[in-house]
C-alpha cells in the first residue's frame, strides 16, 4: 500500500470555462484546491468532470495484461452491484438475504472443491486472497498451538513451509503473526515449490505447509497431490502431521473447470483449507475472496464469533469489518448465471488466448517461454540467449507506448538473474487483441534490434512491473 505524503495548499484544479452553466467566469474562478477541502460546494457535473478528465491517464484496463483482477462485467451484474453498495455486509442481521447468498456461495465452492461433506464445509468471503490467507495461516497457527501448547509456552517458534514464489500476502501473514517464514529458493528451472523442497523445511514446529495452484510468477501449478504424498510418508516416519493450505486464488477457479482430472483439493485428506479470489478468475469486480475448511476441525472454534441471523446464530470470521455486500451479491450472480458449463467456456477461452498468445511469442524467434499457458491462461517469457541489444525491461517499455501494460520483473532469490515478462489473459482479452500485441511486438522488434545494448546498460533504470 503506498504511503501518500501532504501536498502543498497552493496546487489548484483549473475549471474550464463552458463547466459553469450561468456563470461561465466564475466557474474558472473557483479552481478548488486539489490537496485540502474547498470553503464551497462545487456543482456535482463540475466535480464529476475534474474527477473523469483526471482518471482518463489511468492505463486501459483491457490492455492491462499486468493484472489478474476482473475489468469488466455484465451490465446486470454491475446494476445488482450499484443495489447493493450500501448494504455492510457484515451486519447479517440487517441484510439477511444478502448473507444467505454468501452461504450459498460457500456452498457452491465446497462442492466444487469436493469437500468430504460440503454441508459441513466451513467457509467465508473476504475482501480478497490476502485475507482469505491470513484467516487460513491464523487457523493453521491456532491448530498447532492447540496441539504443541507446552512447547509453544515453552518458546517454540512456528514456522510456515512455502517457495519463495508465493504472494507477498505470506509474507505478511508471518510478520502480523509472529511465524517464521520458510521459503524454498527457486533452483535451476524449478520455479515454485515441489515435494522434495517442501520436506526439506518441515520439523516439528511447522504449521503447514502452503501450495500455491497458479504461481503469479509465471502461472504454473504446483504439485499439490504430490506435496500431500511426501508429508504422508513422513508423517509415517516420524509422526509429524502437517496439514496443507492450498493458495489457490487464480487456479481454484480455473483447475475445476478445465483440469478435472487433477486431484489437489479436497479430495487430498491433507488439505486443511483452501482460498481464492472471487474478484480473479471469479470474474467479480475487486474485493472479494473465498476461504474455505474442510470441517470444523480445520477451523479452530474460538476464532469463530457467532451473530444473529434470522433468529439463530451465524459464524463468521474475519479481519475486516464494514465492507459493502455489493461483490458476494455480484458472485452468486456469476454462479448463478454461468454455471458450470459457463465458467468453463469463459476459462478454456482465456487459456486458448494464453497458449496462441505464448506460441505467436516463441516464433519470433528472439524470446525463450518458461511457461505456455497452459494452466493458469498466464504465461511468462524472457530474451532469448545470445540477445544482447534489448531486455524485457526495454520490451514493457516500448510496448507501453502503445498502450500495452506488460510487467517486466526479476525472479527471486536464487534466480535473480533471471528477468521475465508476464502475460495474464483474463476475460474480455480476445484473440483479436493478441493478434494486435503480436503485431506491435513484431513491429518493435527491428527498433529494439539495433540498439546497441539495454537501456539499463546506459544509466537508464528498469521499470519493474510486477503486480500480484
Known sequence: MPLHHGKSADHRLS?????????????????????????????PHVA?????????LDGNAK???????????????????AE??????????????????????????AHLWHAPDPDAAVGCSTTGSSE??????????????????????????????MGANVQVCWEKFANFWEVECRLAPMEGERYHLDAESALALCDENTIGVVGVLG?????????IAEICAALDDLQRRTGLDIPVHVDG??????????????????????????????????????????????????????????????????????????????????????????????????????????????????????????????????????VADGVTAFDVFDVSRRLRERGWQVPAYTFPENR?????????????????LADILLADLGRLLPELQAQPGPLQNRGVEPNSGFHH
Open 416 to 432: 535473480t538473474d533471471l528477468s521475465v515478462l508476464r502475460v495474464v489473459c483474463r476475460n474480455g482479452f480476445t484473440l483479436d
Open 84 to 109: 447493493c453498495s450500501d448494504k455492510n455486509m457484515i451486519d447479517k442481521d440487517e441484510y439477511p438475504q444478502t448473507a444467505e447468498l454468501e452461504r450459498r456461495c460457500v456452498s457452491i465452492l
Open 15 to 43: 475549471v474550464n470555462a463552458l463547466l459553469g452553466e450561468a456563470d461561465p467566469i466564475g466557474a474558472m474562478r473557483e479552481a478548488p484546491p486539489k490537496h485540502q477541502l474547498h470553503r464551497h460546494p462545487l456543482p
Open 132 to 161: 482469505a490467507c491470513m484467516l487460513a495461516g491464523l487457523a493453521l497457527k491456532r491448530r498447532w498451538m492447540r496441539r504443541h501448547q507446552a512447547r509453544y509456552d515453552a518458546g517454540a517458534r512456528p514456522n510456515l513451509v
Open 249 to 382: 486464488a487464480s487456479g481454484g477457479m480455473v483447475a475445476p473447470f478445465l483440469d478435472e482430472e487433477l486431484v489437489w483439493d479436497f479430495r487430498l485428506p491433507r488439505v486443511a483449507s483452501i482460498n481464492t479470489s472471487g474478484h480473479k478468475y471469479g470474474l467479480v469486480y475487486p474485493g472479494v475472496g473465498w476461504a474455505l475448511w474442510r470441517d470444523r476441525e480445520a477451523l479452530p472454534e474460538e476464532l469463530v464469533f457467532k451473530v444473529n441471523y434470522l433468529g439463530g446464530d451465524m459464524p463468521t470470521f474475519a479481519l475486516n469489518f464494514s465492507r459493502p455486500g455489493s461483490e458476494v451479491v455480484a458472485q452468486y450472480y456469476n454462479f448463478l448465471r454461468l454455471g458450470f458449463a459457463g465458467y468453463q467456456a469463459v476459462q478454456q477461452s482465456c487459456r486458448h488466448v494464453a497458449t496462441h498468445l505464448a506460441a505467436g511469442i516463441e516464433k519470433l524467434g528472439v524470446f525463450r517461454l518458461l511457461t505456455r499457458g497452459d494452466q493458469l491462461p498466464v504465461f511468462a517469457f524472457t
Open 63 to 81: 490492455l492491462n495484461l499486468a493484472t489478474f483482477v476482473t475489468t469488466s462485467m455484465e451490465e446486470q451484474a454491475d446494476r445488482l452491484m
Open 48 to 56: 464529476y468532470q475534474l474527477i473523469h478528465d483526471e482518471l482518463m
Open 215 to 223: 504461481s503469479t510468477f509465471d502461472g504454473s501449478y504446483e504439485p
